[in-house]
């Protein structure tokens, strides 16, 4: 069955720098296009940055120049390289995989940045 595993999240101070890992199994990962998404309390689970099949990637606005995805598709791993980080990065941050008749998501992983 599909599986995602995030990792990397924690705390840090604004300014600093994380990176989040997703390990993948269960499909075919190379030809899916994959997403983090992340959710703030009280607020809507929101798209972070995607990366398509062949390494296309695009971000929120919100994470532009900070943020980086990349992708191992020979690990099966994506990945979010978080920069600059400011308090209200402060969420829940989940890998991705929108499937053929469902979406799949990982258990998620704490970013805490605090001021």
């Known amino acids: 069955q599909v599986q995602l595993v995030e990792s990397g999240g924690g705390s840090v101070q604004a300014g600093g720098s994380l990176r989040l890992s997703c390990a993948a199994s269960g499909f075919i990962f190379r030809v899916n296009n994959m997403n983090w998404y992340r959710q703030a309390p009280g607020k809507q689970r929101e798209m972070v940055a995607t990366?398509?099949?062949?390494?296309?990637?695009m971000y929120a606005d919100s994470v532009k120049g900070r943020f980086t995805i990349s992708r191992d598709n020979d690990k099966e791993m994506v990945y979010l390289q978080m920069s600059s980080l400011r308090p209200e990065d402060t969420a829940i941050y989940y890998c991705?995989?929108?499937?053929?008749?469902?979406?799949?998501w990982g258990q998620g992983t704490q970013v805490t940045v605090s001021s």
């Open positions: 991705n995989r929108n499937g053929p008749y469902r979406q799949y």
């Open positions: 990366i398509s099949s062949l390494g296309s990637t």
